[in-house]
Each structure stands twice: as structure tokens, then as C-alpha cells.
């Protein structure tokens, strides 16, 4: 046992960590995961920066008041932002839902995981 003597006589001290890596460490996730993480962070701030450069293109804001073809373009940039986002967020959830179905349909998968795979499906799509 391990002694420490800033601790009391009934304490023991706690052995040291074994050194798993969390499944949550951005190292240990497959690169699909990790791809798909990514373009969802970046559509939702290509979402926020798009609502932010629409705003300022809106024709009842005061900004860029003197020139409205300069406003007008403005707003197709936030609309375009919006798009790119919107492509992001699709191709996200679509190499995601692939890689899903690859795992199911996969021979080598255990029948345990199908199981688990074909409930999660199922729970997710409302009738």
C-alpha cells in the first residue's frame, strides 16, 4: 500500500491513472467523426457570421444606408453564407448516415451491433 504522510491514518492515497484515452479525445475518433465535427462547427459559424451580414444588407437597417446596390450585395453575401453552411451541414450528416450504413450491412459487424444500429435508426425517424 501506499503511504503519504500528508494524509490521515484512515485516507489511502489513489493509485495513478491507468492512462485510457477518453472516447471523447478528438485522437482516439475515426476521421469520419472527426471530419464531421468539424464541418458542423463550421457551418453553424458560417450560419452566425451569415445572420450577422444579412442583418447588416436588410433594407430597414441604417447601416450602409447611402448605397443600395452595395446593401443589396450584402445581403446575397449573407444568403450565400447561408448556402455554403447548408452544404456543410448536408454533407456532414450524409457521411455520417453512410458510414452507419456501411457498419450495418458490414459481415465482419457483430449481430449485437446491428441490433443496436437498426433500434437507433428506427428511435430516430418519427412516424
Not at 444579412?54 to 453575401?77: F, H, L, W, Y
Not at 449485437?112 to 425517424?125: D, E, K, Q, W, Y
Amino acid at each position: 500500500m501506499l503511504t503519504n504522510p500528508a494524509l490521515s491514518s484512515g485516507e489511502r492515497e489513489q493509485p495513478p491513472a491507468t492512462g485510457h484515452p477518453s472516447p471523447l479525445h478528438p485522437g482516439t475518433l475515426r476521421v469520419h467523426l472527426q471530419t464531421s465535427r468539424a464541418l458542423m462547427v463550421v457551418s453553424i459559424l458560417m450560419g452566425f457570421v451569415g445572420v450577422i451580414v444579412s442583418v447588416v444588407g436588410m433594407k430597414c437597417t441604417k447601416v450602409g444606408d447611402e448605397n443600395p446596390v452595395i446593401k443589396s450585395r450584402i445581403a446575397v453575401a449573407g444568403g450565400i453564407l447561408f448556402l455554403i453552411a447548408g452544404l456543410c451541414t448536408l454533407t456532414a450528416v450524409s457521411w455520417y448516415a453512410t458510414q452507419v450504413t456501411y457498419e450495418f450491412f458490414n459481415p465482419n459487424t457483430p449481430v449485437n451491433a446491428r441490433v443496436s444500429l437498426f433500434v437507433l435508426t428506427g428511435v430516430r425517424i418519427p412516424p
